[in-house]
């Protein structure tokens, strides 16, 4: 009775040592996540942790080890040496173990259900259960559209802002601060287009699901759909193309003879833009790691994410100069980075005029700054057939900056639309649109005429055909785009190559157990502990385990339960095998392509040690 006792007290102390330290990295988990983003969405979470993290500011990484890691380690490890000290009075040590595993839990539950509330994890799941054919039915592909360009083509420069929200304005202007933080751009949006009609107030762009953050606001803005992808975790690197299926503004503009660049502050490969821009459109790619190889900055020199928006606004004066006397029409495309959250970078421009208030310093730094290279490009000769486009690529992520925002005031993000060869149909009509209407209007503020005035789920503002928000609701949008698409999932073109193969092999575990059996035979129970983290019905249909002895192989068994959000999955067998015979335990997926891919084999028996055999094996 008393090695009952003793194993079931040690059985209570492991399980509560377990799920303390779970609740404790949970609790810290959603602490980082909601603090660092606040208006965090599960598809921009879920795209984060499926893309390239290299050229992540490392403050953000600093932050989070500081702030949560540490007093996370710091408590759990006060908890592992309280037990260890309490390790001779058993009674008080149970009784202590019990009270800090129900307090854990309870904090553990308190922050799912905060994060439930705050991400719609719940509601996520459900409309990602649920197809819609809402994308497939309003899309309209610009590969069946007629563009016809002008006979003299018209340069563009497209600078997208960090974080440039329409709110940051005084309310006479539209926004919602009481001190406008964001004078110059309030007037170069008055003086030009935001698509307003005959009111002054400031009108901007609504980011839908997919267009949060800034790899799908840049994805949205030119190919007029919303990003959403099941690749897993880091793997962007693994595909040779991003969406192919999708025609974006940059394939369109290469086709007719454009010469497409991109100009950032910070590391392209940061959340798949370099492969975005380089397989739609072949842009090339001016960003931190080409400044320090061409020796525009010192090799050691960083600053916030990489090097400064007054940097970047300097070398593309050069590069504008460049490419205007080339003799081709050419698509300069800008990414500025000092106003991303937390609170923004201050460089040798920024004044004080908001005091301790350095976020808002920051974005008037920013204000100040895209004036002067607007009013720069204004004086020079190639401005007269050049058009600008001034789009924030999504609503700031900062913490607090905006907590005092009334939730029924409409946050869009910036607009301005700069020396348009064409003006709206209907001058006095103020234009209800997302970001994604941004496709079709740029190409017809070119001067391109668009067959339908429609591009992806794109409305060329410029014209009178209602956008989706105006034909049925942003709500009913968002929730239709918030839903499974077919469609959409037909297009991001995602295959499984040899690399990701090597990727599924590594995160794949297969272990065996024995259990003596009837008639002289073991029944072999086999887990799969796996961690591809790939969706099911986008890359993978289903696991399979073949096993095989001697000259007998077995019929391959389907793990049926493969949970298609990418967790942990165990899975049992029950197969009899002869007593003692060596057996292999193979592990296959199964593509969305019908074929039958093998990952990893595991040699082992009911009297030897497993031995698993560590390289993949190609297609089968």
């Not at 002289?520 to 099911?536: H, P």
Request: some cysteine.
């Amino acid at each position: 009775m008393k090695k009952v006792i003793k194993v079931l007290r040690y059985i209570l102390l492991v399980f509560a040592g377990l799920l303390f330290i779970v609740s404790i990295a949970v609790f810290f988990v959603s602490k980082f996540l909601l603090k660092t983003w606040p208006n965090l969405t599960m598809d921009e979470l879920l795209f984060h942790m499926n893309a390239n993290l290299q050229g992540t500011n490392p403050e953000i990484i600093r932050s989070a080890v500081l702030k949560y890691g540490l007093p996370a380690i710091l408590i759990i490890a006060t908890y592992i040496v309280g037990m260890v000290l309490l390790r001779k009075r058993k009674n008080i040590q149970l009784i202590t173990a019990t009270v800090c595993m129900l307090a854990a839990l309870g904090l553990g539950i308190y922050s799912f259900i905060t994060l439930d509330r705050k991400l719609n994890i719940t509601d996520y799941i459900q409309k990602n259960n649920i197809s819609s054919s809402f994308i497939e039915d309003n899309y309209a592909d610009p590969k069946t559209i007629t563009l016809t360009f002008p006979e003299t083509k018209r340069n563009v420069i497209y600078i997208y802002l960090e974080s440039m929200e329409v709110t940051y304005a005084d309310p006479a202007n539209g926004g919602y601060f009481d001190e406008n933080v964001i004078p110059e751009l309030t007037a170069l949006a008055q003086e030009n287009e935001d698509f307003s009609g005959s009111s002054n107030m400031l009108n901007g762009g609504y980011s839908f699901i997919g267009t949060t953050y800034t790899m799908g606001a840049l994805f949205g803005q030119t190919t007029g759909l919303p990003l959403k992808t099941g690749l897993s975790r880091n793997d962007m690197d693994t595909q040779e193309e991003f969406f192919p299926g999708a025609t974006a503004l940059g394939d369109i503009l290469a086709e007719n003879g454009y010469t497409n660049e991109l100009m950032i502050g910070s590391k392209a490969t940061f959340g798949g833009r370099a492969l975005y821009f380089q397989t739609h459109g072949n842009y090339d790619i001016f960003d931190y790691d080409y400044a320090v190889e061409k020796g525009l900055i010192p090799e050691n020199y960083y600053r916030w994410w990489g090097y400064e928006d007054d940097k970047l606004f300097t070398y593309a004066q050069s590069e504008l100069l460049r490419l205007s006397k080339q003799g081709q029409p050419f698509n300069l495309t800008l990414l500025t980075v000092d106003t991303h959250f937390e609170d923004g970078y201050v460089c040798s421009k920024c004044g004080d005029k908001f005091g301790d208030n350095q976020y808002s310093n920051v974005f008037a730094c920013s204000s100040c700054q895209v004036n002067e290279f607007v009013e720069w490009i204004q004086k020079q000769d190639f401005y007269e057939n050049t058009t600008i486009i001034i789009s924030g690529d999504h609503p700031t992520m900062d913490a607090d900056y905006c907590e005092d925002v009334d939730e029924a005031y409409n946050r869009r993000v910036y607009t301005c639309y700069i020396n348009s060869a064409v003006t709206p149909e209907d001058p006095t009509r103020t234009r209800q649109f997302s970001t994604l209407d941004d496709f079709p209007t740029t190409l017809a503020a070119m001067g391109v005429k668009i067959e339908g005035d429609r591009l992806g789920l794109g409305t060329n503002l410029f014209s009178s055909e209602d956008t989706l928000i105006e034909k049925y609701g942003t709500k009913y949008v968002e929730e239709q785009l918030s839903m499974k698409s077919p469609f959409l999932d037909s297009l991001n073109g995602i295959e499984i190559t040899d690399t990701l193969l090597e990727r599924i092999h590594d995160r794949s575990d297969i272990y065996t157990e024995f259990e003596k059996g009837s008639n002289g035979k073991y029944n072999l129970k086999v887990t799969v502990d796996s961690y591809t983290k790939l969706t099911a019905g986008v890359l993978i249909e289903r696991l399979e385990v073949e096993v095989s002895y001697g000259d007998t192989t077995l019929e391959p068994v389907t793990l049926s339960g493969f949970i298609a959000d990418g967790n942990i999955y165990y899975n049992e067998t029950g197969i009899e095998v002869p007593k003692g015979k060596e057996i292999t335990v193979s592990l296959y997926v199964v593509g969305s392509d019908s074929k039958r891919y093998h990952i990893k084999d595991l040699v082992s028996s009911s009297d030897n040690p497993v031995t698993p055999i560590p390289t993949p094996q190609s297609e089968k």
